[in-house]
């Protein structure tokens, strides 16, 4: 009989899970289980209210969690003790999330992984571990080419008048925001990553247009020139991205690739998908 394996994919707002052994695969999500917002007692809470009823009963042989925050030595063994508290049987393996998007991309070979959505990250994988990475610095000094790096573009041309007429309108009656509303959003409110990273949805319904192809490949040409080229094995092993931007504007993502003469890899929307093949075996 086929093992039952659990595979996790976690940020700070949600996580998947795939379960593998059965017939099929199946996909469920619960709240994100992060580290630095929620402590044992909080994991194992959203374990036992929101996956063990997903679960039905079914046995678990093997978890694996790939999940933000669990780079830090101390975070994993609270996440593991938290896991083996509702699992007692089952062999866990707790890494962080980074790692789980380079061998979701990458699997068992080498090749760059690069993750952008609300933030971005990059790194070389050997195809067993991360060798190097590309230090992540946060959005207000970094995450260039991120949904919120792309975000703040958006913004920037609209609060700088650049938007022509047709643009600005098309934004307006969208949003309805207003100077004063923006700068609240962004200054004195929670999560202003995420507030900026929404603004990519206007160009994604907005492709076609001179100013938005031009945020959006301006945006994305950064990470490449900030981060990409830094890696002497890009020019040698195949870039690969997962995330949400990195998804909807794939086509540039491939161009820029083409430009720079880099080897384009894989591009999944999460890491899942990578992820469940990499464990199948």
């Known amino acids: 009989m086929a093992k039952m394996?659990?595979?996790?994919?976690?940020?700070?707002?949600?996580?998947e899970w795939c379960l593998l052994g059965g017939k099929k695969a199946r996909y469920f999500?619960?709240?994100?289980?992060?580290?630095?917002?929620?402590?044992?007692?909080?994991?194992?809470?959203?374990?036992?209210?929101?996956?063990?009823?997903r679960l039905k009963k079914l046995q678990v042989d093997e978890l694996y969690?790939?999940?933000t925050g669990c780079k830090s030595a101390a975070n994993k063994r609270m996440m593991k003790s938290a896991f083996q508290s509702v699992f007692p049987e089952v062999l866990i393996k707790i890494e962080d999330d980074v790692t789980g998007a380079a061998i979701g991309l990458c699997g068992r070979e080498k090749g760059i992984a690069a993750i952008l959505g609300t933030g971005s990250s990059s790194c070389y994988f050997n195809g067993q571990r991360i060798v190097r990475n590309s230090p992540g610095i946060g959005y207000v000094l970094g995450d260039?080419?991120?949904?919120?790096?792309?975000?703040?573009?958006?913004?920037?041309h609209y609060m700088?008048?650049?938007?022509?007429?047709?643009?600005?309108?098309?934004?307006?009656?969208?949003?309805?925001?207003?100077?004063?509303?923006?700068?609240?959003a962004v200054y004195h409110r929670e999560k202003p990553n995420r507030f900026l990273a929404a603004f990519t949805i206007f160009l994604a319904e907005n492709r076609g247009h001179y100013m938005v192809e031009n945020i959006i490949v301006d945006g994305l040409n950064t990470f490449f020139y900030t981060h990409l080229v830094r890696f002497k094995e890009s020019s040698k092993?195949?870039?690969?991205?997962?995330?949400?931007?990195?998804?909807?504007?794939?086509?540039?993502?491939?161009?820029l690739c083409a430009d720079y003469g880099f080897k384009l890899g894989n591009i999944y929307?999460?890491?899942?998908e990578g992820l469940k093949e990499f464990h199948k075996d």
Do not use: C, H, W
């Not at 999500?29 to 009823?53: C, I, M, W």
């Not at 260039?144 to 958006?154: H, I, N, P, R």
């Not at 929307?269 to 899942?272: E, S, V």
């Open 5 to 15: 394996k659990l595979i996790a994919d976690s940020g700070s707002t949600k996580t």
């Open 29 to 53: 999500y619960t709240q994100g289980l992060s580290p630095y917002f929620l402590n044992k007692d909080g994991v194992r809470a959203v374990l036992q209210k929101e996956l063990l009823p």
């Open 65 to 67: 969690f790939y999940g």
């Open 144 to 156: 260039e080419g991120s949904g919120a790096f792309l975000g703040k573009m958006v913004i920037q």
């Open 160 to 184: 700088y008048g650049i938007m022509d007429d047709e643009l600005e309108k098309k934004f307006l009656d969208k949003y309805g925001l207003d100077r004063a509303a923006i700068l609240e």
């Open 237 to 255: 092993y195949p870039v690969n991205f997962t995330g949400g931007v990195a998804y909807v504007f794939r086509d540039v993502i491939a161009s």
């Open 269 to 272: 929307k999460t890491p899942m």
